[in-house]
């Protein structure tokens, strides 16, 4: 019987194409792709109803699903197209060959659902496969890239290192933050290390717990923390959560974090020409060139 | 198991170079302490670079040697304490809170210089 109803609609494949069209491209308007053009959306269409046709025919090997899935998800169709559109296929498809049987009775007709039903859903199973393959991808390799910028630790001077933090700091990050952290001491050979919190929007208990731990470690591996960056908000939830930072030097700003970690580590910055000097060299008005 | 305590100038060297066990921690301890006694030693460096695992036991043990040391006038510095060493102490909650601490051998050697204005 299954082969008699695929004869029927592959016989009536005109009409259900023509059915399908109209369906389709009245949802078009309510839904999604405003912005594609209706000549694409329509040779796009007959490309799926034909996919959709050849593999109920039995030579539309899934290979050639994957394919067509594939460049569905390189444009960027919406993966509600895709089921709405096997969804009115099944629809269509169910109206014409209904249509063409003379007697339906009740038995008969959920035969043919159930004919109908497994022609459309493995073709709808592979391409929502296809389609969350292709999401779960860009997800993990989004997930890389953002470990890639949770912790960078940038060795500014010799002795001297900077690790800017930027956004919500939660367990998993703040262990990730201190192997980064110690690592980057051994390697750097690092005698201060300034820690910016300039980007991260709340510190809490748990994130200054997290940021205390670091620095204890890094105390033990014998050098300094600096926390640097604390705005004036930050510094008040600190002390309204009664959070001790005592032990641990503050500055507001990484300028003048960076001024302490000088002074520890026995530097000073030398400007080499004072600005008013260069200028009077270039007047020709400073002390040698006079004597001349 | 004994760890070999060497002597440069006024200061004590020691390098541990294998995992400590509560025998040889506490026998470390008081051969440090005889050789501070002898040698009135005023600064000493511990090199912990070599060892990768520190527990509770070996963690006290260190910082009772440098309390210990410096009721006898002599400065203790840890140096080259792991990443994953520093890592576990701290989630045991040993903070080792009155224990300097450098880098390398080096760094460990200025601090000492820096700490008794020598």
């Given at each position: 019987m299954g082969r008699d109803l695929k004869e029927v609609a592959i016989k009536n494949k005109e009409h259900i194409i023509k059915e399908w069209n109209k369906e389709i491209s009245r949802l078009k308007d309510v839904n999604?792709?405003?912005?594609?053009s209706a000549e694409l959306f329509e040779s796009n269409n007959e490309e799926f109803v034909n996919v959709i046709l050849n593999s109920i025919r039995g030579d539309g090997t899934p290979q050639v699903i994957k394919d067509f899935s594939d460049r569905m998800i390189h444009l960027g169709w919406p993966l509600s197209y895709i089921t709405d559109g096997l969804l009115v296929f099944r629809k269509v498809t169910l109206d014409t060959i209904l249509h063409h049987i003379d007697q339906p009775e009740g038995e008969y007709i959920s035969e043919v659902l159930k004919y109908v039903d497994s022609w459309v859903e493995p073709i709808i199973r592979q391409l929502v496969n296809e389609y969350s393959v292709s999401w779960e991808h860009v997800v993990s390799l989004q997930r890389i890239a953002l470990q890639e910028l949770s912790a960078p630790l940038i060795p500014v001077m010799d002795n001297i290192t900077i690790m800017p933090l930027i956004g919500t700091i939660d367990t998993e990050r703040a262990k990730f933050i201190m192997e980064n952290l110690l690592e980057g001491v051994m390697r750097h050979n690092a005698e201060v290390v300034l820690i910016d919190i300039t980007g991260v929007p709340v510190v809490d208990t748990m994130v200054a717990h997290h940021l205390f731990q670091a620095t204890e470690a890094v105390r033990l591996l014998g050098a300094k923390c600096i926390l640097v960056g604390i705005r004036p908000e930050i510094a008040q939830t600190i002390v309204n959560l009664g959070i001790n930072f005592t032990d641990l030097p503050t500055k507001s700003t990484l300028k003048k974090g960076f001024l302490l970690a000088l002074e520890i580590t026995n530097k000073k910055i030398l400007e080499v020409e004072n600005k008013t000097q260069s200028i009077d060299k270039l007047l020709g008005l400073d002390k040698g060139s006079e004597k001349n | 198991m004994r760890i070999p305590i060497l002597k440069l100038h006024n200061y004590l060297l020691i390098s541990i170079q294998t995992e400590l066990d509560d025998q040889t921690a506490i026998q470390f301890q008081e051969d440090l302490l005889k050789e501070i006694h002898q040698t009135e030693a005023t600064g000493v460096v511990i090199d912990l670079t070599s060892v990768e695992v520190i527990d509770s036991f070996i963690a006290k043990v260190l910082g009772d040697v440098v309390l210990m040391s410096d009721l006898m006038g002599a400065k203790v510095v840890l140096t080259g304490i792991q990443p994953a060493v520093a890592m576990t102490l701290i989630e045991l909650g040993?903070?080792?809170?009155?224990v300097p601490t450098a880098l390398d051998l080096e760094q460990g050697l200025l601090k000492l210089h820096q700490e008794l204005g020598e």
């Open positions: 999604y792709t405003a912005e594609i | 040993i903070h080792m809170q009155n």
